[in-house]
């Protein structure tokens, strides 16, 4: 059974038969003498087919015949190859060209092994075949009784070895090439050995067994393959419905194990059992009833259901957890809220991956995004993401101790123990347990021990309880030996007076003009030198003493006094006030940053001043000239508190201003009385007489007072 091609139309002209197989135009030119571009009409025998293809590697097909066609020149010029192959779903009888016999299963067996023989036609399945194509371009040879393949006992590669039936193995034993022989019959040479069958000893009796040989081309090697004369076998659709799938997942029709075992052909999908409605995206497929139609390549078709089913999304409800501090943790087996099955399984990971797992969830202490996933008795897998907030404690710095003098108390609020702390409200406990609170009150005036100082945010949250020692130190003293001579006056009695009398100078005493002869210059208040004036010692006892020499004498050490920095900025230039020491932070750090001035370790009273005046001059001006929002006020803070930036010249060292006398001896009692060197009477209190006159720039009636009580 071969086609025959003519070069004319209508079946005319010059013919060549072509066997099952593929040929390109070469090999027709060589054979036959039918060329490119002379391609007229074709005879296709019942039971065959032809594929028509553009290019000579049988590829871009063009079109495909399963009957006569007397004219093809419409597909002449644009046909360079054609593939001749049997229909599948068609049974053949393989007639042996020696004795007009087909194979056959013998005693129509359907076991494994049942070994293939000659016989005379009697229409029975056991001598009935199917042709199957592979991708190889071998064919499979199925008998249709027993739906076993023709087969080489033994995997066999020797002559004389037995054609049995036996299941289908994907076996080269089992793949067979049709090679097309003058008159339409065929051999059909093994894939494994290259042998072909033959009939044992080229008898012609029934039952004659069924063998492979090498390739003798005797008539006994070659068969005629006939078509049944009956209809086409149904076709045959095997449809498996997938397992069900998990609720995010989709089905995928075209996956091979749905379909397996059914017979070849093309296959297409749809949403209606009519076949009209096609699914778009058959690897795509949701829950519900589909349906699966199978081609064959001889037209033949069949349409079966397939069933989809997709099982509910596991229930998982999150809850997101509340924020905390730092020293708590947040346990995330809590946030899920939903039903969890005793056969559910509840994990929890770091990533969105679910690569990093959570060992234990119950303790948290990280802000960031977790990822909880519920897999239910199926399989299914559901997951949410929970945000976990974990916010750092409140900065708080606090100076690990601070001290004051006996008698004296220390104000926890104070902002130099705080220093560098977030803002917040401040709480104090103490003092030695931390379970004790103290009032605000109580806060800025405590004595020695150790307290506890906790900051709370605007948010609730609350630092941890930070230490600080208090301790009271004894006051220093400083002893200065003092040179005394005393003298006892009964009477009144002049003496020099002070080079300068103050008590001249000219005011009004709200009454009247004192001295208003006397001019404002400063000889006027001279005293006129070897001539006694108006000043008397009044009677009593009179004491001089002399300081030691390095009291008397001037230093010069420029420090910045830190309290006194701290005045200045209690208001800004503005005059606005700036509370909590703010405005001395700016600028004490400024100084220290621009090197200006150098702490003293362990004084907090005094820093050393190491900026020249020419350093400030430049800086005051520069801000002042800036368009800078910034920089232009910090320039007026910075002229406003200069001064204490410069030393002034040179200094005198504090010297004792109290004095303690105590007079013992004689008969009278032992006496002791105060004196206040530098203590300024207001003028009119007492005798001009009994103290010397100091000037007085206090808004007073009397430019003076009287100096010493």
């Known amino acids: 059974m071969q086609i025959t091609l003519y070069n004319q139309p209508n079946f005319g002209g010059t013919s060549q038969q072509l066997p099952v197989g593929r040929h390109d135009v070469d090999v027709l030119m060589q054979t036959g003498g039918i ?247 058959p690897n795509a497929v949701g829950s519900g009833t589909c349906y699966i139609r199978l081609t064959t390549p001889d037209g033949r078709a069949v349409v079966k259901p397939v069933e989809i089913l997709v099982r509910d999304k596991p229930g998982l409800t999150v809850v997101p957890p509340a924020p905390c501090c730092a020293d708590k943790t947040v346990n995330l087996v809590t946030t899920v809220t939903s ?32 990822y909880i996933r519920l897999t239910d008795e199926h399989g299914c897998s559901v997951s949410a993401s929970v945000e976990v907030v974990v916010n750092a404690l409140p900065k708080l710095e606090v100076l690990a101790s601070e001290w004051a003098y006996r008698g004296e108390t220390v104000d926890l609020t104070a902002p130099h123990i705080t220093k560098g702390s977030e803002s917040g409200t401040l709480a104090c406990f103490g003092p030695n347990d931390p379970q004790v609170p103290l009032t605000p009150e109580q806060a800025t005036s405590v004595g020695a021990g150790t307290y506890y100082l906790q900051l709370t945010e605007t948010n609730g949250f609350k630092s941890a309880l930070t230490a600080i020692s208090v301790t009271l130190e004894e006051r220093p003293s400083l002893a200065v030996p003092i040179h005394a001579d005393g003298q006892y006056i009964q009477k ?36 006129v030198p070897f001539t006694d004036g108006a000043f008397a010692l009044q009677p009593g006892v009179h004491l001089h003493w002399a300081l030691p020499d390095f009291l008397t004498r001037s230093f010069r050490y420029p420090l910045l006094q830190l309290e006194a920095l701290r005045r200045a900025t209690r208001t800004n230039w503005l005059g606005e006030p700036q509370p909590n020491g703010e405005l001395f932070d700016q600028l004490y750090t400024y100084f220290r940053e621009k090197g200006w001035v150098k702490e003293i370790p362990g004084n907090a009273v005094y820093a050393s001043i190491l900026a020249d005046k020419e350093a400030i001059d430049v800086a005051i001006s520069e801000g002042l000239g800036s368009t800078d929002p910034d920089k232009q006020p910090l320039a007026h803070e910075i002229l406003r508190v200069r001064s204490l930036l410069e030393p002034g010249g040179t200094q005198m060292p504090p010297v004792p201003n109290r004095w303690r006398v105590v ?22 209190l007492g005798d001009h007489q009994t103290g010397v006159s100091f000037p007085d720039y206090t808004p007073k009636l009397a430019p003076f007072g009287w100096l010493g009580r």
């Open 492 to 527: 009144k009695t002049p003496c020099a007076a002070p080079r300068i009398d103050f008590s001249r100078l000219p005011y009004y005493d709200g009454t009247c003009d004192i001295n208003p002869y006397t001019p404002y210059v400063g000889e006027e208040l001279e005293a």
């Open 35 to 281: 060329g490119n571009d002379q391609l007229g009409s074709l005879r296709v025998p019942d039971g065959l087919l032809v594929k028509l293809f553009r290019h000579k590697e049988y590829t871009e097909p063009l079109s495909t015949y399963r009957t006569d066609v007397p004219n093809v020149t419409n597909e002449d010029t644009s046909t360079s190859s054609l593939v001749v192959e049997l229909l599948p779903g068609y049974y053949y009888y393989l007639k042996a060209e020696h004795s007009s016999s087909v194979l056959d299963v013998s005693f129509a067996s359907k076991e494994e092994e049942a070994k293939l023989i000659q016989h005379r036609r009697h229409s029975g399945e056991n001598q009935q075949f199917e042709f199957t194509p592979l991708e190889d371009g071998s064919y499979t040879i199925s008998n249709c009784w027993s739906q076993k393949v023709l087969s080489v006992k033994g995997s066999s590669s020797e002559p004389q070895a037995g054609i049995v039936q036996q299941t289908w193995a994907d076996q080269h034993h089992q793949r067979w090439t049709l090679v097309g022989q003058p008159g339409g019959s065929y051999k059909f040479v093994n894939k494994l050995s290259g042998k072909t069958i033959d009939i044992q000893g080229g008898s012609t009796n029934d039952s004659a067994a069924a063998i492979q040989n090498t390739d003798a081309d005797s008539r006994s090697q070659r068969f005629f393959i006939e078509p049944v004369a009956v209809k086409p076998k149904p076709v045959n659709l095997m449809i498996t419905s997938p397992s069900p799938i998990c609720w995010a997942e989709l089905a995928d029709l075209s996956a091979p194990a749905i379909t397996a075992g059914s017979d070849v052909g093309d296959l297409t999908y749809f949403l209606d059992e009519a076949a009209q409605q096609p699914v778009v995206t």
């Open 663 to 684: 007079r013992v001896g004689g008969d009278g009692p032992a006496k002791t009385w105060v004196v206040e060197s530098d203590f300024l009477r207001e003028s009119g």
């Open 339 to 370: 039903p969890i099955g005793p056969a559910d399984k509840l994990e929890f990971f770091q990533d969105k991956a679910f690569t990093q797992f959570l060992s234990d969830p119950t303790r948290i202490g990280q802000s960031g995004t977790y």
